[in-house]
């Protein structure tokens, strides 16, 4: 449950930082029942004074890239996974007018950002933000030179900075003791946005929070700089061999690899180790299970979390929701089925 409070200070945060301006537009192309689609692109059009322009299919390039171009759009909110086909589609006179294209539901991978800035000139603003706290939490932000000082708001691989009155701060996932800047943990926050609770489900609302905090249940990591860096979900891992083996991570590998467009890794229970990894990737029939593992086998990873090759499966599209994020339960159907 999402006050008007939540709501209002967290667009009026988003404002601050983005610089918001009367004749800024808004391209809307996120979908409503997602929380930064009704906040991000419904409500804070209304809310700061600025202009909007909507389009309900956000995988609709060649229209999504016209009406970018015709209505002078300054601000897209939007996922990776939808600006691959902007890239792919849309010309740099499409998105000509743009000067910010923040980013999130999923991990930006650096490759597509440095592409996305080739083409188009713009720094891709990865963010992260959960519906429990009004959704957004922080944001990638320019750069700013001026007077000879320099200061740093866009660090790529990070999330940017907290909102302001966003609060973050990482725990031990066991004992709930802080960790100091620099070492993994869960990530908890306070601010303004945090949520009333569950409706109706006091339960789940206490398991949450931690007096003004909210447990994320993501593992991260706050830098000396203050910028957090998502390193994976709690609910990710699988328990193999007594061992905890970190999906993302492996994720992670398997997108370095050339040739391999997009990666999820999933468990399916295995009556030796407790789990097994099932690992799916986007590319072409060119590349084999054989040849995604021998790559896999030369990364650093310990030898516990690579799967095996027979659990390599080349797929031609990872499933997505309608938010564009991978559909982790589809992914997860799909390995149990095979």
């Known amino acids: 449950m999402l006050s008007h409070h939540n ?24 979908p409503f029942f997602h929380s930064f689609g009704f906040t991000g692109t419904l409500c ?68 597509f950002a440095a592409a996305f800035k080739e083409k188009f000139g713009l720094d891709m603003l990865e963010g992260y933000g959960c519906t429990e706290m009004g959704p957004v939490v922080s944001v990638n932000v320019p750069n700013i030179l001026q007077a000879g000082e320099r200061q740093v708001g866009h660090k790529p691989g990070t999330v940017g900075h907290p909102l302001p009155g966003v609060a973050a701060k990482v725990v031990d996932p066991e004992t709930g003791a802080d960790l100091p800047e620099g ?35 993501d593992i991260a990591v706050l830098d000396e700089d ?51 990894l099932v690992a799916f990737y986007v590319a072409n029939e060119a590349m084999g299970p054989q040849l995604v593992w021998d790559g896999l086998a030369q990364a650093d990873l310990p030898k516990l979390w690579l ?5 390599l499966r080349r797929i031609e599209a990872l499933p997505v929701l309608g938010s564009g994020k991978v559909d982790l339960r589809a992914v997860k159907a799909l390995a149990a089925a095979q």
């Open 307 to 311: 799967p095996k090759a027979a659990d």
């Open 44 to 111: 804070m059009p209304l809310a700061l004074g600025m202009g909007a322009v909507y389009h309900p299919n956000p995988l609709d390039a060649k229209t999504i890239g016209k009406l970018a171009r015709e209505h002078k759009a300054t601000l897209l909110i939007s996922t990776p996974t939808f600006c691959q086909a902007y890239h792919r589609i849309c010309g740099p006179e499409d998105f000509a007018t743009l000067r910010h294209v923040v980013v999130g539901a999923e991990r930006l991978r650096p490759d």
């Open 226 to 276: 203050g910028f957090i860096k998502i390193t994976d979900r709690l609910s990710r891992f699988s328990k193999i061999g007594g061992e905890m083996v970190p999906h993302l991570k492996v994720e992670e590998a398997m997108l370095r690899l050339p040739g391999i467009e997009g990666a999820c890794v999933t468990a399916v229970p295995d009556p030796q180790k407790g789990e097994r």
């Open 7 to 30: 709501i209002v200070s967290n667009l009026e945060a988003i404002g601050q930082i983005l610089w918001v301006q009367p004749e800024d537009c808004v391209l809307g192309i996120l």
């Open 183 to 217: 070492q993994e943990g869960l990530l908890l926050l306070k601010g303004p946005g945090r949520m009333v609770g569950y409706l109706a489900d006091a339960e789940a609302t206490e398991k949450v929070l931690r007096g003004e905090w909210y447990v994320t249940g």
